[in-house]
């Protein structure tokens, strides 16, 4: 694998996010996988200061299975397993999107807790911390495809659909905004709907897509935090 130098961040409200001049955008803190299976945990950072900084991304705490890896991968390219801290120059304003931190989860069933800082670089007392947990499981519940304390959000159903699909969800907190776009192959936003505080369910209007691939994205306060395919059938 490629060794490199770069950042992220798993972010925990243990400071004043507005006073580090960066912020952690995607929320999810649990995650659930099968046995032989590679997942990949999104890790998100934006530069919300004036000025370029260097970041360090570091994991604090959290083993794998003897059977099990885990390492940090940008894009297509992979750093060494034993990598558990680099840094990364993020320009004002922009947002690291293709950070992850990828499992490759073994063949026994366990529950793994890990515990990531990130700072700007020569400065650690103003940094984030965030703790996520994956469950490794024989069978593991394909409904539920996100979950925080804000919300949770169950994957979309028929999958494929013919003329209505559903997204069953429930918000935690009332000040979220939550909504569904689905997109074409080509990214193109094709319908949008909105996910109210006090309901439970969202409808789409699939009767109105022609045949094809489609993909769904949830947006929480217009972050995107998971994206998921949706097969329309005629």
Same mark, same amino acid.
């Not at 911390?129 to 469950?135: D, I, K, Q, R």
């Not at 925080?148 to 429930?170: E, G, L, M, W």
């Not at 918000?171 to 979220?176: G, K």
């Given at each position: 694998m490629k060794q490199f130098v770069l950042v992220a961040l798993l972010f925990t409200s243990v400071f004043s996010v507005g006073a580090q001049g960066f912020e952690w955008t995607d929320r999810q803190e649990s995650f659930q996988a099968g046995l032989g299976q590679i997942i990949r945990l999104p890790i998100r950072i934006k530069n919300t200061s004036d000025r370029a900084q260097f970041f360090i991304i570091r994991k604090a705490q959290g083993d794998l299975g003897s059977n099990q890896k885990g390492y940090f991968c940008l894009g297509d390219d992979c750093f060494d397993p034993g990598l558990d801290q680099f840094s990364k120059r993020i320009e004002p304003g922009e947002t690291l999107n293709n950070l992850y931190f990828t499992i490759e989860t073994g063949l026994v069933t366990t529950l793994n807790s890990f515990r990531f800082e990130v700072?700007?670089?020569?400065?650690?007392?103003?940094?984030?911390?965030?703790?996520?947990?994956?469950?490794?499981?024989?069978?593991?519940?394909?409904?539920?495809?996100?979950?925080?304390?804000?919300?949770? @959000? /169950?994957? $979309?159903?028929?999958? *494929? &659909?013919?003329?209505?699909?559903?997204?069953?969800?429930?918000?935690?907190?009332?000040?979220?905004?939550?909504?569904?776009? @689905? /997109?074409? $192959?080509?990214?193109? *936003? &094709?319908?949008h709907h909105d996910m109210p505080v006090f309901e439970t369910k969202v409808k789409i209007q699939a009767d109105e897509l022609s045949s094809g691939v489609y993909f769904y994205t949830v947006y929480l306060d217009n972050v995107g935090v998971l994206t998921r395919k949706l097969v329309v059938r005629k």
């Open positions: 700072f700007p670089r020569g400065n650690p007392a103003i940094g984030l911390e965030h703790a996520f947990s994956l469950a490794v499981e024989e069978k593991p519940a394909k409904s539920l495809v996100f979950q925080s304390k804000d919300i949770t @959000i /169950h994957d $979309i159903y028929p999958n *494929p &659909v013919i003329d209505q699909a559903f997204i069953d969800y429930r918000i935690y907190n009332e000040s979220l905004k939550a909504k569904v776009v @689905i /997109h074409n $192959i080509l990214g193109s *936003p &094709v319908g």
